[in-house]
């Protein structure tokens, strides 16, 4: 597992400030912030990379009760949630990404329960929740374990948390670690990501053992950056290479 920087380790003050000015998926338009070109740019384009995500949404899709996003972003994902069945709530470190993802919701005409909030001490009761997802968020926090206590405490007995965290067997990791690439659409190489976690499978394991139930696999062989060497691979090809050495790891807990 890569360790936070810089010494000593970061505070959730430094992460809100990295991700405030670091509007997650915006590296995938150039349109203004909140217009209408900007969220259809973002979401087809997201969803044409993350093909495992879609996959995840379709298995999901037809579901029903309360849904905590943990780590919303601009609400992308949200939104989708919300269509698939959920009545979803859904949390951000920043007020920055609260605000698109409301515009967001609003123009995509979807009801969500929006707030700013944080992982490590989730402002909601115990067993408050049917479901919870969060996808590549937990492993920017600085105290992963207390985020992961806090994902079981607000799931009811029989509920689901579908995680993603970043694989530290993966290709993507291997290129950053050589090149000493930053992390999160740097601005150049300077621009750190202050927390930054990686996972073997074992240690994800081990991240969820409170779980009753937990199941893990890599997916998504190559990130954006990759794209220009990327598109000639076909799919299958893709899902076997994901498999083998993808970046995200996809986990599946039930409390």
């Given at each position: 597992m890569i360790e936070p920087g810089p010494d000593p380790p970061a505070t959730l003050d430094a992460v809100r400030a990295f991700w405030g000015s670091h509007i997650n998926n915006e590296y995938y338009t150039g349109a203004p912030r909140a217009t209408a070109a900007y969220f259809d740019?973002?979401?087809r384009r997201r969803y044409r990379w993350h093909a495992h995500l879609r996959e995840l949404l379709d298995e999901l899709r037809g579901r029903s009760g309360r849904l905590l996003e943990v780590g919303c972003g601009i609400g992308v994902d949200s939104v989708h949630l919300a269509r698939c069945g959920f009545d979803v709530t859904a949390i951000d470190l920043t007020e920055e990404a609260i605000?698109?993802?409301?515009?967001?919701a609003r123009r995509r005409a979807v009801s969500i329960d929006f707030r700013v909030g944080n992982a490590e001490s989730l402002?909601?009761?115990?067993?408050?929740f049917d479901a919870l997802y969060s996808f590549g968020v937990l492993h920017h926090t600085p105290d992963i374990e207390r985020a992961v206590g806090e994902v079981r405490r607000v799931l009811r007995p029989g509920g689901?948390?579908?995680?993603?965290?970043?694989?530290?067997?993966s290709l993507v990791h291997l290129v950053h670690w050589l090149l000493r690439l930053p992390y999160e659409?740097?601005?150049?190489?300077?621009?750190?990501?202050?927390?930054?976690?990686?996972?073997?499978?074992?240690?994800?394991?081990?991240?969820?053992s409170g779980f009753s139930?937990?199941?893990?696999?890599?997916?998504?062989?190559?990130?954006?950056?990759?794209?220009?060497?990327?598109?000639w691979i076909p799919r299958?090809?893709?899902?076997?290479?994901?498999?083998?050495?993808?970046?995200?790891?996809?986990?599946?807990a039930a409390r």
């Open positions: 740019e973002i979401e605000e698109v993802a409301r515009a967001f402002e909601f009761p115990d067993a408050s689901t948390a579908h995680v993603m965290l970043y694989h530290a067997r659409s740097p601005r150049d190489r300077k621009d750190q990501c202050p927390v930054v976690y990686t996972f073997t499978r074992k240690e994800a394991r081990a991240l969820f139930d937990v199941e893990i696999r890599a997916d998504y062989p190559f990130t954006y950056g990759f794209r220009r060497v990327v598109f299958p090809a893709m899902r076997l290479l994901g498999r083998r050495i993808g970046w995200h790891l996809m986990i599946r």
